[in-house]
T-cell receptor
Framework: DAGVIQSPRHEVTEMGQEVTLRCKPISGHDYLFWYRQTMMRGLELLIYFNNNVPIDDSGMPEDRFSAKMPNASFSTLKIQPSEPRDSAVYFC????FGGGGYNEQFFGPGTRLTVL | DQQVKQNSPSLSVQEGRISILNCDYTNSMFDYFLWYKKYPAEGPTFLISISSIKDKNEDGRFTVFLNKSAKHLSLHIVPSQPGDSAVYFCAASANDYKLSFGAGTTVTVRA
């Protein structure tokens, strides 16, 4: 299996622009997670899906952030409009049975976002 | 408010010696704990875990210790090898399918 795939790997944009990050989870995994990594706060969970349905979006920082999972093999995280403080590494992860307890989460390589 | 804290941002250890990484948590509902390892430009990868019903779990050179009364866990790596140089994240779960991560500890193993 190719593992979790994320694109793009790097994104540089200007403040105010729309940014879309993409994720393809491991086939057969029924949970998908979006995280943000910053120096100050480490890895923060933004939102997670179960069987394509958003379950908990309490970590989404603002209404500027939105996430979708139109099917089992694809998810997007969109920021509109982007701001410099959104600069971070965004990770997508997938797992069976959610990862809480006895199933680990498998992470993608991340997208490094820089908002100028 | 961070429920999982790794108070040492970095650790430097000589090859062959023991590396000890520490993690504290505040949520008494956490019942499963994991350590992840992350190399630059890669995503975190699972390393080792422990359930709250245990106080120790060992896997090769890696051992995790859990002290529930102190809400503290530690990861021991012995002997440390150059390939162990990475960022280590402590994570915890309250069995609600979410993981709360610490900020990470960067380990550097000196030859």
């Amino acid at each position: 299996d190719a593992g979790v795939i994320q694109s793009p790997r790097h994104e540089v944009t200007e403040m105010g622009q729309e940014v879309t990050l993409r994720c393809k989870p491991i086939s057969g995994h029924d949970y998908l997670f979006w995280y943000r990594q910053t120096m100050m706060r480490g890895l923060e969970l933004l939102i997670y899906f179960n069987n394509n349905v958003p379950i908990d979006d309490s970590g989404m920082p603002e209404d500027r952030f939105s996430a979708k999972m139109p099917n089992a093999s694809f998810s997007t995280l969109k920021i509109q409009p982007s701001e410099p403080r959104d600069s971070a590494v965004y990770f997508c992860a997938s797992s069976l049975f959610g990862g809480g307890g006895y199933n680990e989460q498998f992470f993608g390589p991340g997208t490094r976002l820089t908002v100028l | 408010d961070q429920q999982v804290k790794q108070n040492s941002p970095s650790l430097s250890v000589q090859e062959g010696r023991i590396s000890i990484l520490n993690c504290d948590y505040t949520n008494s509902m956490f019942d499963y704990f994991l350590w992840y390892k992350k190399y630059p430009a890669e995503g975190p990868t699972f390393l080792i875990s422990i359930s709250s019903i245990k106080d120790k779990n060992e896997d090769g050179r890696f051992t995790v210790f859990l002290n529930k009364s102190a809400k503290h866990l530690s990861l021991h790596i012995v002997p440390s090898q150059p390939g162990d140089s990475a960022v280590y994240f402590c994570a915890a779960s309250a069995n609600d399918y979410k993981l709360s991560f610490g900020a990470g500890t960067t380990v550097t193993v000196r030859a």
